[in-house]
């Protein structure tokens, strides 16, 4: 095998083992076959009980400053894995599901060129973005039920990130819950492979008005076929 042509990071939830995230990591694995999928372990906790912040159920503002170091030190852990694979951002994506997706979200919020694509399954946000990394396209996939992170969340924060001029999808999946459901799994490789991001809209066509993209992942989308193309 030569080498890898996109660098994937996949982070699990809060209070988990790793195993939940593995339907995503397959899905990863065979639309994008010359990838690196990395799918490192929350450093706090043990067993089936990890986690990527520091302390356990913390109170709300205490929640936000410990995903903001997470989402430091994640970014120093994939800047390594990029410059030993010789990767740049636009060729890597980062997807976490809850806690890990806030992790992710913070991550990129710090150094706005470490992914070019950040797919947020489910997540837990510790607040509202204050600034967009300009070039990095955010996925929101969600439960339509979720009770541990409702939906109005990821809606709210979809919003904000247009306000801002970001780049974002929203992706809903009615009658589910806190999951990495099939449905979003399905929906995130289609985003992968289909979606062309703000940047390179506004290179081609200028700037649009702010751009909505809201879907129902309960659609089941007939993408492309699986030929691994470059996130960017």
Known sequence: MGAPAQLFVVLHGESAAPDPVLHLVAALRQAFPQALIVQP??????????????????????????????????????????????LKGE?????????????????????????????????????????????TTVHLLHGAADPVAPLEQARQVHGHLAELAGDATLDMASGVGHALHDALIRQAIVRLQTYLPLRSWEAAMGAPAVRVDEYDADDDPQGPSVDGRPLH
């Open 41 to 86: 372990y929350g450093p706090f906790g043990s067993g089936t009980a990890r986690r990527w912040i520091a302390q356990a159920s913390p109170d709300a503002e205490a929640y936000v400053g410990l995903v903001t170091q997470a989402g430091a030190v994640l970014a120093d852990e994939i800047r390594r894995f990029q410059q030993v694979h010789g």
């Open 91 to 135: 060729q890597t994506a980062l997807a976490g599901f809850s806690e890990g997706a806030a992790v992710v979200l913070e991550s990129v919020l710090g150094d706005t060129r470490l992914a070019g694509r950040v797919l947020l399954f489910g997540t837990r946000f510790a607040t509202l973005p204050q600034t967009v990394p300009a070039q």
